[in-house]
Every structure is written in C-alpha cells, then in structure tokens.
C-alpha cells in the first residue's frame, strides 16, 4: 500500500497548502480536488480487484501446499488487511475536502444539512459492524486452534490410531464449526458458544472514551449503547441494509461538488463493512448478498468496487449453505481440508497405505501453512478494525464540532 500511502501525502498536502493560502477556494481548484480524488479510489480499488498472480502448481501436484502468493487472493486474511489500508487512506482524504480549510457554515446548509446526518448515521451503524466483525475474529481464531490440534496429531511420526481418532475429533469440531447457519453461530467461536460473543464489548473502546470524550463531548458518550457492544437481536445483514438505505448518487449541479465526494465515501464504507460481514461470521447474516446495491456503472471509480462485488458474489452463490460462517479464504480451504481428512481419517488402518498417506500428508501441510498465516494475520486485521473504528469515532466527532462552529456563526448576534 506505499504507493496509495504516498499519493494520500501530496494530496492531503496540496489541500492544505491550497486551502491556508486561499480561504475561498477555487472552483476550478476544488474540482481538480474531486477528480483526484475518484482517481485515487479507482487505483486503490483496482488494485485490490487484481492481486498479484498466484502460482498454480502442476497439475500432478493438486495435493502440496499452497503458495505463499495465494494469500494475495480476494477475501484471504492479507486481502483483507490490504482492504483495511484502502479505507483509512480515502478516509482520510475525503476528510481533508470535506473539513480542511472551509467555511464551517457551508456544511450546514442545504443538501449538506440532509447529507451530513445521514453520513453519520451511518458511521454509527458502521461502528456496530465492526464491533461484530471482531468478535467473528475471534471466532476464525478459535478455528484455527481446532485445525492447529488435528495438524500436531496428523504430523505425529509413526501415526497411529490414537493420533487419527484425536485428529478426527478436531476436524469434526472445525468441519461442525465452519458449516454452522448464522442463526445457530451468532458470532460465536462455534461449537455452541455463539451467545457469550454477542454481549461482549470490546475493552479498546473504554480504554479510549476517556481521551475521546474530551474532544467529543457527549456524542462519544452517546456511542456507548450502540457500538461498544451488538445486542442478541442485532443483524448484521440489516445493519447493511440500513446503511444503504438513503445512499443515492446526487443529481443535477450537486454531481459536480462536495456531495458526490459524500456519496463515494459513503459508498465506500458501506462497500467495505459489507465484505467484512462476508468474509467473517457474523451474527445473522441471512441475504447478506441481497443488501448490497451496485453504485451506476458509468462512474469511473465504480468500476473495480464493482467488480470486487461481482467476484464475492460469485462466491457466496457458490456455497448453498448461505448462512456459512464466512467466505474469508482461509476457512473456505480449512472446510475443504477437513472434509478430506475425516475421509482419511474414517479409512484409516494401522499401518497406512503409503499413497494414502501422502496424500494425507500433503493436506496436513497446507492446513498447517493455512494456520501459520492466520497465526501472523489474524491479531494485526483486528487491530487494524479497531483503527477504523477510532478513526470513525474521530472524524465523526470532528464533523459534528464543525457542525457546533457553524451553528455558533449564523446565529443572530443579540
């Protein structure tokens, strides 16, 4: 991401720059700010669209471990960290055009006094997804410790019986785990636990209320009840589904300044909470797929969020069970492993057939590798989440003091 990284830097730069020299900023100006903005979306995005090409292995080789380029694939744990990265930089830069150097007062007025509140509820309701998408981390990680004990087992040299039957135990558990319906595996670690997940919060956000609240005031306090925690009759795919539903391209001479910045960042965040919702199990999820609305394919920077969609769909209709715990490429191979290796383990015999156990052997090996990437990726994706959740918190708190400032300018002098 250093490329995107650098962009954000000369970008946010030339605006302040622009802006603390001249306080009425151009028009012209302005719009050349807009353009480079879409642009910096349409590479972020494209990017994403198209990782790097992983390597196939020969075709007499369908059995050994999957290459380390396979982690750039769509919906893999690095894929979605890359995505995590993608959304803090247009964060930021649509921070700057919105906020750095403007009159506060011309927020206020019409569209923007529709436009705004509606930009904040949603970043309430994108608070709420990503407390939900952290607890499902939880659960992969939990997963990923069912696959770590069949791996120790199935790794043991000779392998006998007793080592097979506790393998299998574990992928039974994970298999179980993976196949669960939202209903049944409401963001819990699978395996029954699911309701203990769905009221925890998560200790970040108290340990940040207090610096926060300083800035904030009461609307971090107000935060507390609805995204700190999700309550037992939250839905993640109504979540989705309420984020969209004011979400409408502006029309006419509002297409060509601030509010079509507004409708892209917006999308965007909606576009990224609904891939985190699919890639990690989440409580309730059902239509999940359905809530999604494709921004107009004539918009350039459309395009690749478009296609991104396209490619996750695709997935998700491929799965009959749609309510899965999640489509994160990482538990889409752990599923099809595991299955493998109950067969395995159900023909087993002491000694093992040498072909079989090859075979075997080889699969044990990319769960391994599978496990070894989650172990390295896993912590750093969720601290990341709480990185976006702070920087929601934030540029929700600074739009909302800009919003006081320009209450307190057109008020009538007494």
């Known amino acids: 991401m250093r490329p995107a990284q650098d962009n954000q830097g000369s970008f946010l730069g030339r605006i302040s720059i622009r802006r603390n020299q001249f306080v009425d900023v151009n028009n012209e100006q302005e719009q050349e700010d807009l353009e480079l903005f879409q642009r910096h979306i349409a590479d972020r995005f494209t990017e994403l669209l198209s990782p790097p090409p992983q390597q196939q292995p020969p075709s ?23 995505l995590m990265d993608v959304f803090l930089c247009c964060e930021a830069e649509f921070k700057a055009i919105l906020l750095m150097g403007r009159d506060p007062t011309q927020i206020s007025k019409p569209p923007f006094d529709r436009l705004v509140p509606e930009m904040l509820d949603r ?13 499902g981390i939880d659960s992969v990680r939990h997963y990923q410790r069912l696959a770590e004990i069949a791996v120790s087992a199935l790794e043991q040299r000779p392998l006998g019986d007793g080592n097979v039957r506790r393998a299998r135990r574990a992928l039974a558990n994970l298999v179980v785990a993976l196949s669960l319906e939202d209903k049944e595996n409401t963001s819990g670690g699978g395996g029954g636990g699911g309701n203990k997940t769905t009221e925890r919060s998560w200790s970040f956000g108290r340990r940040s209320g207090g610096s926060s609240a300083s800035k904030g005031g009461a609307t971090i306090g107000q935060l507390k009840s609805s995204s700190w925690a999700v309550g037992r009759n939250w839905s993640a795919a109504k ?5 969209t539903g004011n979400l409408n391209p502006p029309r006419g001479n509002e297409a060509a300044g601030l509010p079509q910045p507004m409708f892209i960042m917006s999308t965007v965040m909606v576009f990224v909470m609904w891939v985190l919702t699919a890639a990690v199990p989440c409580q309730e999820r059902s239509g999940l797929a359905n809530h999604l609305p494709v921004p107009p394919k004539h918009l350039s920077w459309a395009q690749s969020l478009i296609g991104i969609h396209e490619k996750i769909g695709d997935e998700w209709k491929k799965k009959e069970k749609k309510g899965s715990a999640g489509l994160m490429e990482e538990m889409t191979r752990m599923e099809k492993l595991g299955h493998s290796l109950i067969e395995f383990a159900d023909a ?12 075997a052997a080889a699969q044990v090996a990319e769960m391994a590798e599978i496990c070894r990437r989650m172990e390295e990726e896993l912590v750093p994706l969720q601290q990341q989440i709480r990185e976006v959740f702070h920087r929601i918190v934030r540029s929700r708190a600074e739009i909302l003091e800009v919003l006081e400032q320009a209450g307190k300018l057109s008020a009538p002098v007494v």
């Open 60 to 82: 007499d080789e369908a059995n050994t471990v999957a290459p380390v380029a396979a982690t750039e694939q769509i919906m893999s744990v690095t894929w979605l960290r890359k």
């Open 123 to 135: 970043s309430i309701k994108a608070l709420d997804i990503c407390t939900a998408v952290v607890n």
């Open 239 to 243: 979540q989705i589904h309420a984020m």
């Open 348 to 359: 087993f015999h002491y000694p093992a057939e040498k072909e079989a156990s090859e075979s």
